[in-house]
């Protein structure tokens, strides 16, 4: 298959945990043994846990030997009085990175000799609290390393020069304007803020009368909560909904909030005013916000001023789908999304679209 | 990766060709060589296409070998006096089974030694005009055939027999759940009728005022009218939309059609009428209907009937969702349905859906 197959697995891998990587991008990263096997297809899924390539790196080792998996498990659970057991738990876990790096240099065994990588980003050459991605590439002895989109930030750019000095085969470029995408939600907070708008709504555009998400989609929505600067509301669905706009089924901080309206008399009962360790503030004036991550949770109304740019440069959407026909009447507005991934949370669908 | 993600992209090429295949079930397949590496994934397309493991042995051919290609290419143009030029052109054509198996016999130069094949379903033993694909994968040398269900179809089954006393490490059951859904219109039709309603919506679920879907939405839907014994449709969307209803983007045959109607005070004026070599009746009674394979294409009234089991035996949905949100009314009726397979057009979404 060709190049674009790969970075393409990469992508789709990175954008899955788009946004919950904040302040970090979302990076993708598939790795193939030297005869084009795939061994492992990962990202990087939140700020401090493992990059992706060093977490592709030690699940492909654990793909090419059980004895490497049941080496680390050993030695992990030991280290840190954790009782990990099995590829998903590891899969999930925050794992410490120099202990990784530290075992993948102890016990790759050459098994990674003339292998590929293919990244969404180019590898970091920043020696921080870890060794550099670009490094722990060299010393592996890949053969081949593809890269969609180059580095601009200064302090981790430079890891193409570092492989290709080491007589790496590197590739720039494949799938780039796609990876632009991906990255665009990080480009946009390094400089400025990244706003983004989201919906939930039924099969056929309902979004009133209850809960309309399963619980998968609401647990990503409360991981999303729980790494945003602010989240944004309107006054009429404070008043309306009496929302508490925690992250409870994420076990996260519940975000500071920012409710849109002119009118300052809202009840205080309302469960949003009594989360401890939160902010709320009661704007007339959206352009005011200066913070890198927002979301906004909005009705019909503030999609309709966003759309029409009325209220904030909001570039993007969120929507959750449920599989759910309601007899009920749905959001009306003209806007035309364009799709830039969609995935599925069990019968749920979701979607980062475009404004266009 | 383990076989289920091999043979999850087997699967998810068949579903591409959902009906299209009619009357053969659509079948996947992904060719992996001796080191794991993955050479083709490809599906049966159409009646009279080869199938699906032949598609893929070829193109695993042409991954493998530029020479075979062009060897191909050369060969077959004079042989058939097309011009072919590229894998793309190839790929959309339909390709003259017998010369393609004599090709892979002829050309195959052991590459295919210890490969892996993924089937959906159990290679055919039938020879038919062209060998059975049992026999094929036998004669190319292939160490493993990973198939997901058996062939159930006396003529056609026992293919795993033959690889298992070639010799070939056989193994059944890969996903088998998710293959049975695939392969339920097939069993259905064969047996019966196997009926699915069509739909078209924007974003936020409006089903009206004009055209919906974009072209490619358009298109597919075309090539499915190409291929079903009968178009249903509602009396007031003839009065209302007076359709045309043929296959013109797919360059194929204008299904029959039936409207459901206790009127029968049709102007003839409307289009649908007047198109060449096409039945019309009209039915106050859908259940007279016994044709295989039935698509339906009704209004809001149809579908709630059908949601609550008032006319035909329904069982699957298949939406074709814009990207466009309108300011319009929503389709309304309480429906929960299961997603199946959804797949991209362009901007739009379409997808298969289980009636719940």
């Known amino acids: 298959m060709s190049d674009e197959f790969y970075m393409d697995l990469a992508l789709n891998e990175a954008w899955k945990y788009q946004i919950l990587t904040y302040p970090n991008p979302a990076v993708g990263c598939v790795i193939c043994d030297k005869f084009g096997k795939i061994l492992s297809i990962k990202a990087h899924k939140k700020a401090g846990y493992l990059h992706a390539e060093p977490m592709a790196i030690l699940f492909a080792l654990f793909n090419l030997n059980d004895e490497i998996l049941n080496k680390f498990l050993n030695e ?6 954790q009782s990990f057991k099995t590829l998903t738990e590891l899969n ?6 120099k202990f990784c ?9 050459n098994l990674l000799n003339d292998a590929s990588a293919y990244v969404t980003l180019e590898p970091c050459s920043h020696h921080g609290k870890t060794p550099a991605c670009a490094i722990l590439i060299k010393q592996l002895g890949f053969k081949r390393v593809i890269i969609s989109v180059c580095d601009e930030n200064k ?5 193409a020069k570092i492989l290709k000095e080491a007589g790496i085969d590197v590739k720039i470029g494949v799938l780039k304007e796609h990876t632009k995408k991906l990255m665009l939600p990080f480009k946009t907070w390094l400089n400025g803020n990244f706003i983004f708008y989201k919906l939930a709504m039924s099969a056929n555009g309902v979004i009133t009368g209850g809960i309309i998400s399963n619980e998968l989609s609401r647990t990503h ?15 009429n669905t404070v008043r309306v909904d009496r929302p508490v706009l925690d992250a409870r089924l994420a076990n996260a901080k519940a975000p500071d909030v920012a ?11 309302i469960a949003l005013f009594s989360v401890k360790n939160r902010n709320v503030e009661i704007l007339d004036n959206l352009e ?4 890198p991550l927002v979301m906004i949770e909005g009705g019909e109304q503030m999609l309709k001023k966003i759309a029409l740019g009325e209220i904030l440069n909001v570039k993007w959407v969120l ?19 364009k799709p830039l991934y969609e995935g599925r949370l069990g019968d749920d669908r979701y979607g980062w679209y475009e404004v266009c």
């Open 76 to 81: 992990y659970n030991v280290c840190f009085t």
């Open 92 to 97: 999930e876990a925050d794992l410490d990175a």
């Open 101 to 109: 790096y530290e075992f993948i240099l102890s016990n790759h065994g």
């Open 155 to 159: 302090i981790a750019s430079g890891g």
């Open 221 to 235: 929505m409360h991981k999303l909560r729980g790494v945003i600067d602010l989240l944004v509301i309107g006054g």
């Open 259 to 269: 409710i849109y309206s002119t009118k300052r008399d809202f009840d205080t009962d």
């Open 288 to 291: 005011v916000i200066n913070k």
């Open 319 to 337: 929507i959750y789908q449920s599989s759910e026909f309601k007899n009920a009447d749905n959001i009306k507005l003209d806007v035309r999304l």
